[in-house]
């Protein structure tokens, strides 16, 4: 049997995705995190404006419970959710609209809350009014960053307090919950320490 064309050229560009997410999960492994991982089909990104769904499955990275990395051909972004009733407080928009920033609400995740050059106000005020209980805030980096940049945008997650699946806020005396983040110390930024790791 002979292999058609379009499938080595289809093979060679997933073996080198699967090497990005695989080298990006062994880095985050080495610096503690927790990471689940799998391929997903139905992927949507927003390409000039416009959502283009991808019926290819991608390699998606769940860190710590905290926030999704998707290692897609056309960008890598990471994902997370916030309580509506606590989004105003807790969203760095600061940080986040130089990288693709993106915000929804989880049920509509299809319309999107953000439009750039969006005020912070602005932005707010539609959160409010959109009736959603969860808002998912995402970012990205076209083509391929380096893995540094992507730790700094994920210890950006971290700090705002993300979560990928529902649930309650955690009470700041449930010792349970708060050890089931694996000890992150926000005090020591895991971009510094990958520094070391990279440089090796």
């Not at 002979?2 to 999960?25: C, F, G």
């Not at 051909?73 to 986040?96: C, M, P």
């Not at 700041?172 to 971009?191: H, M, Q, R, Y």
Request: charged letters at 25%; proline letters at 4%; one cysteine or more.
């Amino acid at each position: 049997m002979k292999i058609p064309k379009n499938v080595n050229v289809v093979n060679d560009s997933y073996r080198t995705l699967s090497e990005r997410a695989i080298m990006l999960r062994n880095t985050l492994e080495k610096l503690g995190y927790n990471v689940e991982w799998g391929y997903y089909d139905r992927h949507t990104v927003t390409v000039n404006g416009d959502n283009f769904l991808e019926y290819y499955p991608i390699p998606v990275l769940t860190v710590n419970g905290i926030c999704d990395i998707a290692v897609d051909f056309l960008q890598v972004s990471i994902d997370g959710k916030l309580f509506a009733a606590e989004f105003e407080e807790k969203l760095d928009f600061a940080k986040l609209k130089s990288h693709g920033f993106e915000c929804y609400g989880v049920e509509n995740y299809l319309e999107s809350l953000y439009v750039p050059g969006m005020s912070f106000e602005e932005l707010v005020q539609i959160v409010r009014a959109c009736g959603e209980s969860e808002i998912g805030v995402a970012a990205a980096f076209e083509g391929e960053p380096l893995t540094k940049e992507i730790l700094e945008l994920m210890q950006v997650f971290i700090s705002m307090g993300t979560h990928t699946e529902a649930h309650s806020p955690i009470d700041e005396g449930d010792e349970t919950e708060k050890n089931a983040l694996n000890g992150i110390d926000e005090s020591t930024p895991a971009f510094q320490v990958a520094d070391a790791l990279l440089n090796e």
